[in-house]
């Protein structure tokens, strides 16, 4: 999601459709103590912060809340030092027996990803729970790294349930993130098993673990292709990948894509994307492809996504780009595609190219396959580097196309785009 616009992006993967949903991670907010008068969740750096409104006195009730603030803080941070150490028993310690299971499912989805960083920093102060006396509910904001070692961690908020007990508070709930940016992340909600390579990380569910040695395989081929493609010459420390059954399709990061979705990419912070593709919306000779197009978003995208549906084209055409993989351009599957939308009366320009959500899979066909085209052209006049640094340009620092062009190309934009139309027409003709 950029500037409030969801702009998912479908693909060609013989003959299945992937959509690209970049997104922005904003994270949600919750109620805060009426003493407060006006409180907001917000991100300042690397923390997040509760701006205040209004006067805070250190009443009786404000401190203590502030101390039981501290003592959920305790209970959180022995809870992730248990879960680093992998001591299930200290990980559910903390807890409820009540919340126990899904704890429980928690610990080892996040372990069998190789979970190597796990921060939990409560924000704000908690705040009773209506009907449910002694009951508070607690914003928590996790920050995690998966299979490398230090990695810039990615954050998500959650709200938490507890029950005062004397001194140690104890933990009855975490709530799924529900970010209406981001959904929920696999882990939240699913068992998951996985495989690490030396470039990626791929997660499935159990019913699906036979696929696992096939996937890992085809996204470490992929993961090679798609690391030429870094804009600034620091590839993901792993590609995150996530294998999505019917009903997880449905439900991770907030499901309900389009039909012909095949996979997207969600920006989930701290520089990664994690990717999903949907199991049985792809086929096993289309699955080499798709994953160089999705791969290729999370190496070449900034973590902030990119500037709007303008530049859909681009983003799509170098993703495909990469996804043909060298092939001919007459051996490209979605050219008949192109030329029907051409005919229905395409009006040739590409920043309008990107298809709406329930637009027919064989538009989203043909606007794959013409801002493919578009890129290929740029990329056989001047190469592979400086279609690159167009893309840098105009993606990351957000130049206006004209400019860009300019200045990476020495030529006029609108020269170029009407070469690159007429280069498509021709193909096609």
């Keep these: 999601m950029m500037d409030g616009l969801d702009e998912p992006a479908p693909r060609r993967v013989r003959p299945v459709w992937t959509v690209l949903t970049v997104v922005v991670l904003l994270l949600l907010g919750c109620g805060v103590p009426a003493v407060l008068v006006v409180g907001v969740v917000g991100e300042r750096g690397t923390r997040t912060v509760l701006k205040r409104a209004g006067t805070t006195a250190a009443d009786d009730a404000t401190r203590a809340e502030r101390e039981l603030a501290g003592r959920i803080a305790d209970a959180l941070r022995r809870q992730s030092a248990a879960l680093l150490a992998g001591d299930q028993a200290g990980f559910l310690a903390v807890a409820d027996p009540a919340a126990h299971a899904d704890l429980r499912r928690r610990f080892t989805a996040l372990r069998a990803l190789g979970v190597t960083t796990w921060r939990a920093e409560v924000t704000g102060l908690p705040t009773p729970v209506t009907d449910r006396p002694g009951e508070w509910r607690m914003l928590v904001r996790y920050q995690y790294c998966f299979v490398a070692p230090g990695c810039r961690p990615s954050p998500v908020l959650a709200g938490t349930r507890w029950r005062e007990d004397g001194q140690q508070p104890r933990l009855v709930a975490v709530e799924e993130s529900k970010s209406a940016e981001t959904g929920t ?80 990419a969600v920006t989930v912070g701290g520089g990664h994307h994690e ?21 290729t978003h999370a190496a070449s995208l900034p973590d902030g996504g990119y500037p709007g549906k303008t530049t859909w084209w681009l983003v799509e055409g170098l993703a495909e780009y990469v996804a043909a993989n060298g092939q001919a351009t007459n051996r490209y599957e979605g050219l008949s595609q192109v030329r029907r939308l051409i005919q229905s009366g395409w009006n040739g320009r590409l920043e309008e190219l990107a298809p709406a959500d329930d637009a027919p ?7 794959y396959g013409l801002g493919y085209l578009a890129v290929r052209h740029l990329v056989d006049r001047f190469g592979e580097q400086r279609l690159l640094a167009f893309f840098d340009a105009v993606v990351h620092d957000r130049t206006a196309v004209e400019r860009a062009s300019a200045q990476v190309f020495g030529e006029s934009w609108s020269v170029l785009h009407e070469q690159c139309v007429a280069y498509v027409r021709t193909l096609i003709s």
């Design 185 to 264: 992340r696999p882990w939240e909600i699913s068992e998951l098993v996985a495989a690490t390579g030396a470039r990626t990380l791929v997660a499935t569910t159990p019913a699906l673990r036979g696929r696992l040695p096939a996937l890992l395989a085809q996204a470490e081929a992929a993961a090679k292709v798609a690391d030429r493609y870094t804009l600034d010459g620091s590839p993901p420390d792993r590609y995150r990948i996530f294998y999505a059954g019917r009903t997880e399709w449905e439900r991770w990061y907030g499901g309900g894509r389009p039909t012909w979705t095949g996979g997207y």
């Design 275 to 295: 990717i999903v593709l949907n199991a049985e919306g792809t086929t096993d000779d289309g699955i080499d492809d798709l994953l160089r197009h999705e791969l």
């Design 361 to 367: 899979a064989e538009r989203v066909a043909g606007s």
